[in-house]
């Protein structure tokens, strides 16, 4: 069954620390793997996506980076701020269908 | 370019009575998805739709049921509502269904509350 685990459940900083969020999965055939940042109670927003030959990719101060050989990625957040404050959701998708596999998020809480 | 339109964004019901929700894609997306999402689950895919078929389901009772009209707007219906139907449900519009790669972009959500 096609799992994706994030790790930590939850996660305060304060303003202006860095960051790193886990992602380990099973999904298999893999296609591709994305990061979006979800406010409370407002639907999911891309940050990356990244097919197997990607390793890292950067939007901002947000960098993901892809090992597909041991299935695991990583969300390094730079410098937060306040409005960073959401929850973190990686979603895998298998190749030849649509569907998609998402973790349960991490919920980041950047405090002053 | 207007995003992904869900309407209404809140809805409170009572249990035995049926809702609809209704999703306008982004304009020139063909493909539509909908997803619910409960503190405990996270996101769980109930079904997509590609120009006007069903193209993939989630594990859902047959309550939850959808359609898509020619325009690419989608509507959700959900029959004989239980407690625990009460979520966050979200649609997402891409433009064709089948390329991995390309980007799904969310509504906002309806928050359905059943009491």
């Known amino acids: 069954k096609n799992q994706v685990e994030q790790s930590p459940q939850s996660l305060i900083i304060l303003e202006g620390k860095n960051c790193t969020l886990q992602?380990?999965?099973?999904?298999?055939?893999?296609?591709?793997l994305r990061w979006y940042k979800q406010d409370t109670g407002r639907g999911p927003v891309s940050l990356t996506i990244m097919t197997f030959s990607e390793n890292t990719k950067s939007n901002g101060r947000y960098t993901a980076t892809l090992d597909a050989d041991t299935k695991q990625s990583s969300l390094h957040i730079t410098a937060s701020q306040l409005s960073d404050s959401a929850s973190y959701i990686c979603v895998v998708s298998e190749t030849g269908s649509y569907q998609l596999t998402f973790g349960k998020g991490t919920k980041l809480s950047v405090i002053p | 370019k207007a995003g992904v339109t869900q309407t209404p964004r809140y809805l409170i019901k009572t249990r035995g009575q049926q809702v609809t929700l209704s999703c306008s894609p982004i304009s020139g997306h063909r493909s539509v998805s909908w997803y619910q999402q409960t503190p405990g689950q996270g996101l769980q895919f109930l079904f997509e739709y590609f120009s006007e078929t069903q193209r993939n389901k989630g594990n859902f009772p047959g309550r939850f049921s959808g359609r898509q009209f020619s325009n690419s707007r989608s509507e959700m219906n959900v029959s004989t509502l239980e407690l625990g139907d009460s979520a966050l449900y979200l649609c997402?519009?891409?433009?064709?269904?089948?390329?991995?790669?390309?980007?799904?972009?969310f509504g906002q959500g309806t928050r359905l509350t059943v009491v």
């Open positions: 997402a519009s891409s433009w064709r269904q089948g390329d991995m790669n390309t980007e799904a972009f």
């Open positions: 992602c380990n999965y099973t999904v298999s055939p893999f296609s591709n």
